[in-house]
């Protein structure tokens, strides 16, 4: 044999095609879940601390069933979402400081006649607020409690 079979040369190129393909969607699906704030890594098996799972490199390479795949994704995606949303509420910017400070100090009414739309924004920050003191004290006595 003077050369390699030309289905073979083909096969090899489709291939090549679809792998191409599976990277590009992969690093796609990638960027959607860290757009979300969470890692990777949670997904992969490869997170140590909390909640993890290797349902994302079941899927990269073929494994196992997908819906149990997404099924298992889902949970851990959740979860870090949802942690990293009550994580980042107390995150305010230096702007948005200043409005919980003036709502505080009682210039509600101020900013009602000056600017409505920033008198709206200022709400839903301390509404924001209100949320995770909240939730932070039911966590707090629901720990008291164990």
Do not use: W
């Not at 994580?87 to 000056?114: R, S």
Request: negative net charge.
């Amino acid at each position: 044999m003077k050369q390699m079979p030309s289905i073979l040369k083909n096969k090899l190129r489709r291939l090549q095609n679809v792998c191409i393909k599976a990277k590009t969607l992969e690093r796609e699906v990638n960027e959607i879940i860290e757009s979300y704030g969470v890692d990777l890594d949670c997904l992969c098996a490869c997170n140590t601390d909390g909640m993890n799972t290797e349902a994302l490199t079941h899927i990269s390479y073929g494994e196992g069933d997908v819906e149990d795949n997404i099924k298992s994704i889902e949970e851990v995606f959740l979860y870090y979402v949802n942690k990293n949303k009550v994580e980042n509420i107390m995150e305010l910017t230096k702007e948005e400081c200043k409005i919980v400070l003036e709502l505080l100090n009682g210039y509600a009414d101020k900013l009602m006649c000056k600017d409505k739309l920033y008198a709206e924004k200022s709400f839903k920050i301390v509404g924001r607020m209100v949320k995770y003191i909240v939730e932070t004290e039911i966590n707090n006595k629901e720990e008291n409690k164990l």
